[in-house]
């Protein structure tokens, strides 16, 4: 019996948190209530209160169970992989949801981050997750090239990082993400990693 509760239990927050992303990107974080996520989740508010303590409660589990996008970068296996991966990130801040409520709730989440400790520290472990796992991708595509000092590769890395973290934060503030000169900065990069010329390979 206690496995089962504890099933269920886990279950219910599971609804809980899909109900609550649902409300947070159309509603926005601000103007969501705990009474929309409970509409949203069939759930009674009581019900959600027992899970979670109040609505920066719901956020930090929810920020917690992103899916970080670091594997696709462990997987590729080329320059080429490498290139067509960046270029598909870069495309992807250019189509921004029709309302841009998905841009503002993650600037609502940004504003958050930088009052709450807890929030702080779960966006901090997911971004530096998804750094270490580009600067580990670039190394060892690099190495297999022999081509560069093991700095200049990190170097490699950290601007191509700069351009992805740069097109999505153009992206949130409603300005022209210059897709096209990324992506160009992005080939020369990965050219000069890899020591000739790339094709995209996706």
Same mark, same amino acid.
């Given at each position: ?17 899909a109900a609550a992303r649902v409300v ?16 949203q989740a069939g759930l009674s508010v ?70 709450? !400790? ?6 901090? &472990?997911?971004?530096?997750? #998804?750094? %270490?796992? =580009?600067?580990?991708?670039? +190394? @060892? ?13 990190l170097a490699v890395g950290e601007s ?15 300005? !022209? ?6 992506? &160009?900065?992005?080939?020369? #990069?990965? %050219?000069? =990693?890899?020591?000739?010329? +790339? @094709?995209?390979?996706?």
């Open positions: 019996m206690p496995k089962r509760d504890e099933a269920h239990m886990a279950a219910v927050r599971q609804q809980i948190l947070f990107e159309r509603k926005g974080v601000a103007e969501a209530s705990m009474s929309d996520v409970s509409t009581g019900s959600i209160y027992v899970h979670f303590r109040s609505k920066e409660d719901v956020l930090l589990q929810l920020i917690e169970a992103a899916e970080v996008n670091a594997a696709p970068f462990e997987a590729c296996s080329s320059a080429g992989e490498l290139l067509g991966l960046v270029e598909s990130s870069l495309k992807l801040q250019e189509r921004p949801d029709a309302t841009n409520q998905v841009a503002r709730t993650a600037l609502e989440i940004a504003a958050i981050t930088r009052r709450n !400790p807890d929030v702080q520290a779960v966006v901090s &472990k997911n971004f530096k997750n #998804l750094r %270490r796992a =580009l600067l580990e991708t670039v +190394v @060892r595509i690099g190495k297999e090239a022999n081509h560069l000092e093991e700095s200049d590769m191509i990082l700069s351009l992805l973290v740069s097109a999505q934060a153009q992206m949130l503030i409603g300005v !022209p993400t210059n897709t096209e000169a990324k992506m &160009k900065a992005a080939r020369l #990069l990965i %050219r000069l =990693l890899h020591g000739a010329p +790339v @094709r995209v390979k996706r």
